[in-house]
Structures are given as C-alpha cells and as structure tokens.
C-alpha cells in the first residue's frame, strides 16, 4: 500500500511527512504491508505518481508494476487559515479528502475527514488540526473500509450506477453545493455533478458503487436532513 498526503501543490510539508509517518506506523502495527519512507520519495518523483494523484487508470496500474503498489491511497489536505480566539489562541480546521485505488486502477475507497484544534501559533494550531485529522482517517482505514482484502472483494464486486438525485425545497446555491460536497465524499461515489439548478430545485447525476437504496443509506447515515420521497431503480427523488 502506497499512501501519500498532499495539498495538490508541488512538494510535500513537514507538516504531511509527519501526519503520513503517523498513519503507516498505525496501519504496520494492525499487520498491513505499508510502502516504506524510502520507497515512497522515490514513488514521489515519478510522473506516474503525479498522475496517479488525480486518480489516473494507466498511471497506477505503472505504479503497481514497477513498485509492486497493490493499494494507492492519497488524502489531498486543505488546511484552512488559523484565526486568533478571545483566549488569545489560535483555532485551525484540517480536512482531508481520501481516495483509494486498487493496482487495476479501480476506485474502491472515498472517505473525508476533519480535526479542529487550538495552538499556541497559527502554525501550532494547523499542525494540531492536521494530526488530529490524521487520526481519524487512520482510524477510518483500520476499521477495514476498503483496506482489507475481504472488503475489497466485496466492495469491488458492486456495479457502478448512475444516480439521478432531485432534490426540492432547496433554499439557495450554497445549499446546493453543500449537498453536492456532501455526495462526493460518501464512500462508494466516484464522481457528482450539479446539472441543474433552479426554482427551489437542484438535480445531481452520480457515478456510485451500489444502487439507489445503498447511497441512500449512505447519505442518512451520515446525518443528512433529506426527507426520501421516491426511489425507483437510479432515480432518487427527495426534499429538504
């Protein structure tokens, strides 16, 4: 498994080699084979890598075969500006975006983590929110959810569909767009687009793994306040 953090930007932060040293050190300790530090610099320098961070097919299936990489997980980090409190402190937000890859370039993993933390320093506190991001998305990793081989079968066994989701009593574009955030980052989903927007209304097209009755599931488990209307078959009909 070959597990990279980075910001989308050229380079690798202090910051990101700590937070990805604490991760695989996590995952060898539960007995997963982990890319050593080594190997993934030079992993790092090679254009495939770079590729494969925007979910490239070809380029992970090179990685797989010159690094004998079964697993390529990336965790692209927003690190948002620290703010000073009345305490005098500084509080930051970490988020963290994770996609996974199989060596035949199938998506089987999506997940997106938060750590808020106070520091010191505007710096201490966006280290503090970083690792405690991390944490979360390593504890996400180790309950198996597309780590493991048996998950995997059984994860990648399921057909992609595409969904149809309209939504109605929406009450402005930003909730619209949360909604469509909120999609994205539902395990199983490889791609969501907003292709109308309008009259209180906003309809969604998503490429998911699963049917219908599963992203629902989904997207109410994770805390939505959607009220479901309709299913029938990919098309999903419900309301604010």
Same mark, same amino acid.
């Given at each position: 498994?070959?597990?990279?953090? +980075?910001?989308?930007?050229? $380079?690798?932060?202090?910051?990101?080699? =700590?937070?990805?040293?604490?991760?695989?050190?996590?995952?060898?300790?539960?007995? @997963?084979?982990?890319?050593?530090?080594?190997?993934?610099? =030079?992993?790092?320098?090679?254009?495939?890598?770079?590729?494969?961070?925007? $979910?490239?097919? =070809?380029?992970?299936?090179?990685? $797989?075969?010159?690094?004998?990489?079964?697993?390529?997980? &990336?965790?692209?980090?927003?690190? @948002?500006?620290? &703010?000073?409190?009345?305490?005098?402190?500084?509080?930051?937000?970490?988020?963290?975006?994770?996609?996974?890859?199989?060596?035949?370039?199938?998506?089987?993993?999506?997940?997106?983590?938060?750590?808020?933390?106070?520091?010191?320093?505007?710096?201490?506190?966006? @280290? &503090?929110?970083?690792?405690?991001?991390?944490?979360?998305?390593?504890? +996400?990793?180790?309950?198996?959810?597309?780590?493991?081989?048996?998950?995997?079968?059984?994860?990648?066994?399921?057909?992609?569909?595409?969904?149809?989701?309209?939504?109605?009593?929406?009450?402005?574009?930003?909730?619209?767009?949360?909604?469509?955030?909120?999609?994205?980052?539902?395990?199983?989903?490889?791609?969501?687009?907003?292709?109308?927007?309008?009259?209180?209304?906003?309809?969604?097209?998503?490429?998911?793994?699963? +049917?219908?009755? &599963?992203?629902?599931?989904?997207?109410?488990?994770?805390?939505?306040?959607?009220?479901?209307?309709?299913?029938?078959?990919?098309?999903?009909?419900?309301?604010?």
């Amino acid at each position: 498994m070959a597990l990279v953090l +980075d910001d989308g930007k050229q $380079g690798s932060s202090t910051f990101f080699v =700590e937070a990805e040293d604490s991760i695989r050190k996590e995952l060898i300790k539960e007995g @997963h084979r982990v890319v050593d530090e080594k190997k993934l610099a =030079e992993i790092r320098k090679s254009k495939a890598a770079l590729l494969a961070l925007e $979910g490239n097919v =070809e380029a992970i299936k090179s990685l $797989g075969n010159k690094y004998g990489v079964r697993y390529f997980i &990336r965790g692209q980090v927003s690190l @948002h500006e620290a &703010r000073k409190n009345d305490a005098n402190l500084f509080t930051a937000t970490a988020v963290i975006t994770v996609k996974g890859y199989n060596a035949s370039g199938q998506y089987f993993f999506s997940d997106t983590v938060e750590g808020r933390e106070v520091g010191y320093t505007a710096e201490d506190a966006q @280290h &503090r929110a970083l690792i405690k991001a991390t944490q979360a998305m390593t504890l +996400d990793l180790l309950k198996g959810e597309g780590t493991s081989e048996d998950s995997l079968k059984k994860k990648t066994s399921l057909e992609q569909t595409e969904l149809t989701l309209n939504i109605s009593g929406v009450t402005s574009f930003e909730q619209a767009n949360q909604t469509l955030n909120g999609c994205r980052a539902l395990q199983g989903v490889q791609k969501a687009k907003m292709v109308a927007y309008g009259g209180g209304k906003a309809a969604y097209l998503i490429e998911f793994y699963g +049917d219908a009755q &599963r992203f629902v599931k989904l997207l109410l488990d994770k805390g939505y306040s959607i009220n479901i209307k309709n299913i029938s078959g990919p098309l999903i009909d419900a309301s604010f």
